[in-house]
């Protein structure tokens, strides 16, 4: 039989966000493919619900509680992590809040926090996690960026971007200071992925899905689940050439002009 190129086992991945989402997604998918996943969320009984459910199906999961903003909580997390499991081969850096405003309003104090959730708490996890792997001489690392990342998206997410743009630069920049030593980093940049709080924003301004869904040729808003097929391609030796990659996931919205036909409208 050919090897598994999508085989986890053996393998541990740490997995922020994991209670819900695209990280609840990502940590059922790489569990699913054989690795052990600490799974870490803020909210404690919703990251020990999704380790139960990959326990269930017979997989490895451990969950644990962490806020991802606080440092000493970081450190504990990563000391829990060398303890437990003694080694990490992938991280997914998922959990990030933002605030959002309009430009001309926003306080510095909400910059600041968006900054520090995106930017600095995930530089901070990724750098305890990039030393482990340097030190094994092998790793993956993936952060969830955004459209916004490399497009602007107005609607008062000005702090949003700046912190996603900053995401996707510290991809390029780790990418090109790790990767001869063995560690991958690249990043996911999803559109509108149906979560609760895109819910109740669509609930609140009825013309926003369908906003949305003008510029997706797929012809559908996002759920987590799309994110487990990418997420188990980067973290196993599947895309052990790929590094520094920013991948959209996003129905073609990336690749569409705001002017584009979409569809077979073209015909009426
Ligand atoms: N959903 C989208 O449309 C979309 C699109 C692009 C990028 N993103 C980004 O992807 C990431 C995940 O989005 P999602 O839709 O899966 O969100 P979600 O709201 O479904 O899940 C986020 C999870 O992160 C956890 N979390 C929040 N703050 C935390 C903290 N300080 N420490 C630990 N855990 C924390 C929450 O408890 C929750 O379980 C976010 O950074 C988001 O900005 C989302």
Known sequence: MSENLFDLRGRVALVTGAASGMGRAMSLALADAGAHVLM??????????????????????TATSCDMTSIPAVDELFARLDRDLGRIDFLGNVAGEAVRGRPE???????????????????????????????????????????ASITALGR????????????????????????ARGVRVNAILP????????EKRMAADPT???????????????????I?????????DASSWITG????????????????????????
């Not at 870490?40 to 999961?61: F, P, Q, S, Y």
């Open 40 to 61: 870490v969320d803020i909210n404690a009984a919703g990251a020990e619900a999704t380790a139960a459910e990959a326990r269930k199906a017979g997989h490895l999961a």
């Open 105 to 147: 309003e926003i306080s510095l104090a909400d910059v600041q926090s968006t900054i520090h959730n995106l930017v600095i708490s995930r530089f901070y996890c990724t750098q305890q996690a990039g030393r482990r792997m340097l030190k094994q001489g092998r790793g993956s690392i993936v952060s969830i960026g955004s459209l």
């Open 156 to 179: 008062g997410h000005i702090a949003y971007s700046m912190g996603m743009g900053a995401v996707v630069q510290m991809t390029r920049e780790l990418s090109t200071e790790w990767s």
């Open 191 to 198: 559109a509108q992925v149906v979560n609760p709080g895109l």
């Open 208 to 226: 926003l899905r369908d906003r949305f869904l003008s510029g997706i040729p797929a012809g559908r808003l996002g759920t987590p689940d799309d």
């Open 228 to 236: 487990k097929g990418l997420a188990l391609f980067l973290a196993s």
């Open 245 to 268: 990659a920013l991948f959209p996931m996003d129905g073609g919205n990336l690749a569409c002009n705001a002017g584009a036909t979409m569809g077979e409208h073209w015909l009426l």
